[in-house]
């Protein structure tokens, strides 16, 4: 799935880290120099801290601080494996950072929306409806485009994140597709197994017309997160898609969740997340 170009998965308020300049340089290395010492003993290793503060993931953690984007104590921090201890005050870009509790929300997302954290053109976003979710600071997983409905996660647990997003995960997803007519059961056949899109192999999981509905109404599992990757199947085979719904993403589904509303997962439904492979 395609990732959002304003994902949160980046640094806070957008911000990118710049060079240090020859000028501060002689004042930087001081600050290096009487970094304080970390007990290796206990603690948690600053890129996780910051991970868990919900600014970015533990991977571009490691870039920040690395380009001396981070403070403990008042002393810049460059060492990667630093671990920080419960009375430390840690600073990224100057502002005070906590771990906060994990969040997990999951939306029934109605048409209309686009999932950004927010719109330069001043188009509705998926971040509207879930503004009183959480006082921390949540996020989308993945993405669906403006007009597909249906269930989108969001939080601000970045490990997760990132897993529900891998491929090498292979996170179920299951599409309700409303077609522009009925579809041939030879074409239907087509789309069994491998599909070649755009240069690029899709594997369709499992596809069948959606029971007692017209042959328009078809049902589609995959695991691909490619940007508009059903639609462009079903375009593959002369088909339109006119209504487009997830109904289910890494086993939730939509059971009691009006569209447009969101709920809490449960603490099963996260350590089921968790534990997936």
Same mark, same amino acid.
């Not at 600053?46 to 600014?55: F, P, R």
């Given at each position: 799935?395609?990732?959002?170009?304003?994902?949160?998965?980046?640094?806070?308020?957008?911000?990118?880290?710049?060079?240090?300049s020859?000028?501060?340089?002689?004042?930087?290395?001081?600050?290096?120099?009487?970094?304080?010492?970390?007990?290796?003993?206990?603690?948690?290793r600053?890129?996780?801290?910051?991970?868990?503060?919900?600014?970015c993931?533990?991977?571009?953690?490691?870039?920040?601080?690395?380009?001396?984007?981070?403070?403990?104590?008042?002393?810049?921090?460059?060492?990667?494996?630093?671990?920080?201890?419960?009375?430390?005050?840690?600073?990224?870009?100057?502002?005070?950072?906590?771990?906060?509790?994990?969040?997990y929300?999951?939306?029934?997302?109605?048409?209309?929306?686009?999932?950004?954290?927010?719109?330069?053109?001043?188009?509705?976003?998926?971040?509207?409806? *879930?503004?009183?979710?959480?006082?921390?600071?949540? %996020?989308? #997983?993945g993405? @669906? +485009? /403006?007009?597909?409905?249906?269930? $989108?996660?969001?939080?601000?647990?970045?490990?997760?994140?990132?897993?529900?997003?891998?491929?090498?995960?292979?996170v179920?997803?299951?599409?309700?597709?409303?077609l522009?007519?009925?579809?041939?059961?030879?074409?239907?056949?087509?789309?069994?197994?491998?599909?070649?899109?755009?240069?690029?192999?899709?594997?369709?999981?499992?596809?069948?017309?959606?029971?007692?509905?017209?042959?328009?109404?078809?049902?589609?599992?995959?695991?691909?997160?490619?940007?508009?990757? *059903?639609?462009?199947?079903?375009?593959?085979?002369? %088909?339109? #898609?006119?209504? @487009? +719904? /997830?109904?289910?993403?890494?086993? $939730?589904?939509?059971?009691?969740?009006?569209?447009?509303?969101?709920?809490?997962?449960?603490?099963?439904?996260?350590?089921?997340?968790?534990?997936?492979?």
């Open positions: 799935m395609k990732s959002d170009r304003n994902s949160s998965r980046g640094r806070q308020e957008g911000k990118k880290s710049k060079p240090l020859r000028k501060s340089f002689k004042k930087t290395f001081s600050k290096i120099k009487e970094a304080p010492k970390s007990d290796e003993s206990s603690g948690i600053l890129n996780k801290y910051i991970a868990n503060s919900g600014v993931s533990r991977r571009e953690a490691d870039t920040y601080i690395e380009h001396g984007s981070v403070e403990v104590n008042g002393k810049l921090v460059t060492e990667m494996g630093y671990k920080v201890q419960p009375d430390d005050v840690v600073r990224f870009d100057g502002t005070s950072i906590t771990p906060e509790q994990k969040r929300i999951l939306l029934n997302k109605p048409k209309n929306y686009i999932t950004t954290m927010d719109d330069d053109r001043g188009r509705k976003t998926v971040m509207e409806l *879930v503004a009183n979710a959480s006082k921390e600071r949540i %996020y989308p #997983v993405r @669906l +485009d /403006r007009n597909t409905t249906g269930l $989108l996660l969001f939080t601000n647990d970045g490990d997760l994140a990132k897993k529900l997003t891998h491929p090498k995960h292979n179920r997803k299951l599409y309700h597709a409303s522009d007519k009925k579809l041939d059961l030879r074409d239907l056949e087509k789309l069994r197994g491998d599909v070649i899109i755009e240069g690029r192999k899709v594997f369709i999981d499992a596809i069948s017309y959606v029971d007692g509905q017209p042959k328009s109404e078809i049902g589609i599992e995959i695991h691909s997160g490619r940007n508009r990757i *059903v639609r462009k199947i079903f375009e593959h085979v002369g %088909y339109k #898609v006119n209504k @487009l +719904d /997830r109904v289910v993403f890494a086993e $939730l589904t939509k059971k009691n969740l009006p569209r447009g509303r969101w709920r809490e997962l449960t603490n099963l439904e996260v350590t089921n997340l968790h534990i997936m492979k």
